[in-house]
């Protein structure tokens, strides 16, 4: 799954797995894409939409630039990626909103679907 999500890039962070951070890439593997990711109930579209909402109420955009990526190989389009921002705006706020457009702008461009 988690290959599935993010390609490479997604998996080529294994290879930086060391004794030091064994045990939280463990836990990712295991608790995200093997438990929570995997469940029946919701499918990886609807899961990669509330990513991002999370993602853009935290402020964390390196994380929001990998699910936008994720999201977009689950099925999320760009105009559903709009709508998940403009709404989440409105209840995290305009400082985490107003940056979480631009990295998600960015990250379409990227990805040739702006």
């Known amino acids: 799954m988690r290959f599935d999500m993010f390609g490479e890039p997604g998996v080529r962070s294994l290879d930086n797995v060391d004794d030091f951070n064994e045990p939280l890439q463990d836990l990712v593997t295991r608790m995200c894409f093997g438990d929570v990711w995997s469940r029946p109930g919701l499918d990886r579209k609807t899961r990669s939409m509330l990513t991002i909402a999370i993602l853009i109420g935290q402020s964390r955009p390196d994380q929001l630039r990998n699910h936008i990526n994720g999201a977009l ?3 999320v389009t760009k ?3 709009r709508e998940i921002l403009l709404h989440a705006t409105l209840y995290v706020g305009l400082p985490a909103g107003t940056d979480s457009w ?3 702008r960015e990250t379409l461009q990227e990805a ?3």
Do not use: K
Request: aromatic fraction near 8%; avoid cysteine; proline fraction near 0%.
């Open 102 to 104: 631009r990295h998600a």
């Open 79 to 81: 105009d559903e990626i």
């Open 112 to 114: 040739d679907v702006y």
């Open 73 to 75: 190989a689950n099925g």
